[in-house]
């Protein structure tokens, strides 16, 4: 099964993955980065404008995906 790593930039905040996840395919990948996206916006507070960004590469250090996403909370008026 292939190697996807998941390397994550938040602000100036950047963490290289270095163990991987043992993936069946890039739709397997698609669905791990739709819910580390879910769990970043979960901790996103109200007032709060939180970047993230999601580079996923393969074993050989490809990059297969590439995402980023901005939470722009705001309390109603």
Known sequence: MPKFY???QEGDDVL???EGLDL???EAVKDEVALALADFARGV???AR???TIK???AQSRRV???A???DVKPPP
């Open 45 to 47: 507070l109200p007032g």
């Open 50 to 52: 939180r970047q993230l």
């Open 56 to 58: 996923v590469r393969d």
């Open 69 to 71: 996403v901005i939470f």
């Open 65 to 67: 995906l590439s995402t």
């Open 6 to 8: 998941f390397d994550t």
């Open 16 to 18: 290289i993955d270095r």
């Open 24 to 26: 069946p395919d890039l």
